[in-house]
């Protein structure tokens, strides 16, 4: 999964992606309504972490063009600012979630990831897929009762397909899941940790989880064959 932190505390930014990276996620950082707008509108993100008091435009500015523009990604705001109405205006204006400074960054964690399951249909911290299934807290994936020894990269890459199900992501697409910084499409670096996910899950019986789709990536279907 792949977060934005629009945030203009530089050392409360840093420290902040330094813990989702510490949890598996790829980290943008913007430190102004400005440019957080312009890297939200890009696409390549699961989900903003927005401060409101942010310098030029603030978080309910920002909120509201991306709302206005169509643009659904799910918004977790972070502020001093606790009161109700700002709360209120805040889910009003389409944000998903609220949390007032300061905060432990385990509840944090925990509220990102509760949106993201909504935003993808999930309802719990486990993502299943016939006798495969993902203990996404715990970073744990099983085979029926056999526990598969992945990579971090690995569980990535099979945690974004799985939320994805049934549609093809690209291999740029999956990087930017997993990866902080630009990828070269030429690399064969994604097909290479997929690769290794098949003959792992091979290993188990699972023979046919993940599909090449032509020209595009890789998928797994909707549902287990």
């Known amino acids: 999964m792949r977060l934005l932190i629009v945030e203009d505390d530089v050392d409360l930014s840093n420290a902040l992606t330094r813990g989702f990276r510490e949890e598996g996620f790829a980290v943008d950082q913007a430190f102004d309504g400005e440019d957080g707008l312009c890297l939200a509108r890009m696409g390549e993100h699961d989900l903003v972490v927005l401060d409101l008091m942010l310098p030029g435009m603030d978080g309910f500015r920002v909120l509201e063009i991306l709302r206005r523009e169509g643009n659904r990604i799910p918004v977790v705001f972070l502020t001093a600012r606790g009161e109700v109405e700002d709360r209120i205006r805040g889910l009003r204006l389409g944000g998903d979630d609220y949390l007032p400074k300061p905060f432990r960054f385990e509840e944090l964690l925990a509220r990102v990831r509760a949106v993201l399951r909504r935003s993808h249909g999930a309802a719990q911290d486990v993502l299943r897929w016939g006798d495969l299934r993902l203990d996404v807290e715990a970073h744990r994936a099983f085979w029926g009762e056999e526990e598969l020894a992945l990579t971090p990269k690995e569980f990535q890459i099979l945690e974004a397909l799985l939320l994805h199900k049934g549609k093809a992501l690209s291999r740029v697409?999956?990087?930017?899941?997993?990866?902080?910084?630009?990828?070269?499409?030429?690399?064969?670096?994604?097909?290479?940790?997929?690769?290794?996910?098949?003959?792992?899950?091979?290993?188990?019986?699972?023979?046919?989880?993940?599909?090449?789709?032509?020209?595009?990536?890789?998928?797994?279907?909707?549902?287990?064959?």
């Open 173 to 225: 697409r999956l990087s930017l899941q997993v990866y902080d910084h630009a990828f070269d499409a030429e690399s064969n670096v994604i097909d290479a940790h997929v690769a290794n996910l098949r003959r792992k899950l091979r290993t188990v019986g699972g023979q046919r989880v993940i599909e090449t789709v032509r020209g595009v990536g890789f998928r797994i279907p909707e549902t287990p064959g």
